[in-house]
């Protein structure tokens, strides 16, 4: 399973931007999707945005305008440039990455807090 690591993440105020990062450890050729989900405090976590190793990708209706996602399949690098961000983006973003005949793998998180 590849090991994932985000970046990014911090502390911006409402309208701002930011770009997180999710690398995976090696190269695999076999990682199908990658993508972002996030957690609020006292939420469940939901998907946010992905994409596949072709480029098809999905948005959570609540980010799209707002929100891309983009990957790289040389560097199996994902990214999330968010915009326009709100306070109800605040949550920790979490990066994963499916690769074919293994579970999931999931990162650590990064915090995402958007002041008012």
């Known amino acids: 399973q590849v090991q994932l690591v985000e970046s990014g993440g911090g502390l911006v105020q409402a309208g701002g931007s930011l770009r997180l990062s999710c690398a995976a450890s090696r190269i695999s050729f076999s990682i199908n999707s990658m993508g972002w989900y996030r957690q609020a405090p006292g939420k469940q976590r939901n998907l946010v945005a992905d994409?596949?190793?072709?480029?098809?990708?999905k948005y959570v209706d609540s980010v799209k305008g707002r929100f891309t996602i983009s990957r790289d399949n040389a560097k199996n690098t994902v990214y999330l440039q968010m915009s326009s961000l709100e306070p109800e983006d605040t949550a920790v973003y979490y990066c994963?990455?499916?690769?074919?005949?293994?579970?999931?793998?999931w990162g650590r998180g990064t915090q995402v807090t958007v002041s008012s």
């Open positions: 994409i596949t190793r072709d480029g098809s990708t």
């Open positions: 994963y990455a499916d690769e074919s005949f293994r579970s999931r793998a």
